[in-house]
């Protein structure tokens, strides 16, 4: 082919296909971390809760029964007892417990007193 034909000669066009593909493995990619990132956010405030519950039950047991009963309590409720403290009040007896289940801890006080 001489200089003149080359000239006029029409390049070929660049094709575009295959460019939405990137976008598409991206956009899953980007969703996967965000379901990830919900799924761990939820885990904890479920956990929080649990433990809370479980502390609640351990230190409302803790009252008539004392550490056994937070201890069994809490256990029962999917929570380790960390911490159980009575204190005698004027009246009555005051609980003090601490659980933990998963990563989360949770403290919570009950009394005998009215």
Do not use: Y
């Amino acid at each position: 082919m001489d200089e003149a034909q080359q000239a006029g000669a029409v390049q070929p066009q660049r094709s575009d296909r295959g460019q939405a593909l990137g976008l598409v493995v991206m956009s899953i990619a980007l969703i996967g971390m965000f379901a990830v990132g919900i799924a761990s956010v939820a885990t904890r405030l479920t956990q929080r809760s649990k433990a809370q519950n479980a502390a609640d039950a351990a230190a409302l047991a803790g009252v008539m029964g004392g550490s056994t009963a937070a201890s069994t309590v809490a256990g029962r409720n999917g929570a380790t007892l960390v911490s159980f403290a009575d204190v005698q009040g004027g009246q009555g007896v005051v609980v003090t417990v601490e659980v933990v289940v998963g990563d989360e801890h949770a403290i919570a006080r009950a009394s005998s007193e009215p």
